[in-house]
């Protein structure tokens, strides 16, 4: 996940936001079977999925000054193998991105736009699934 994050997501993430802020942003990007966002409350049911079986991977995004936090399901693990998927994943976060940090206190109000990369654009082990 270490790659996926350092290569594709981290950059995603960062081209919306200004330089002086990129310092500032951490980005994690996990797996696991059943996602509990501990950023809400235990009884905000949105935040929880049912245990389905299926391998999710997940991308948090934490602004560090003002402990602003985001966390959005890119899909199920095996489906993000196929570069396609993936890139779709990537447009769903890009959007919800831009979404969320219009609405945070170190950038309301301003539209921001994030870089969301093609397919061709995708690390070659990630096409290739090396």
């Given at each position: 996940m270490s790659k996926l994050r350092d290569q594709v997501v981290r950059p995603l993430i960062h081209?919306?936001?200004?330089e002086q802020e990129i310092p500032e942003v951490t980005v994690a990007v996990v797996v696991g079977t059943e996602f509990y966002n501990s950023?809400?409350?235990?009884?905000d049911q949105s935040w929880t999925y049912p245990e389905d079986?299926?391998?999710y991977v997940?991308?948090?995004?934490?602004?560090?000054?003002?402990n602003e936090r985001a966390g959005w399901r890119l899909g199920r693990s095996e489906d993000l193998h196929d570069p396609a998927e993936l890139v779709n994943a990537l447009w769903r976060?890009?959007?919800?991105?831009?979404?969320?940090?219009?609405?945070?206190?170190?950038?309301?109000?301003?539209e921001r736009h994030a870089r969301v990369p093609k397919i061709r654009d995708l690390p070659e082990w990630l096409i290739t699934g090396a």
């Open positions: 081209s919306a936001l200004v950023l809400g409350e235990p009884w079986g299926y391998e997940w991308a948090y995004v934490t602004y560090l000054p003002t976060l890009g959007s919800d991105f831009e979404d969320w940090v219009c609405e945070t206190s170190f950038a309301w109000g301003e």
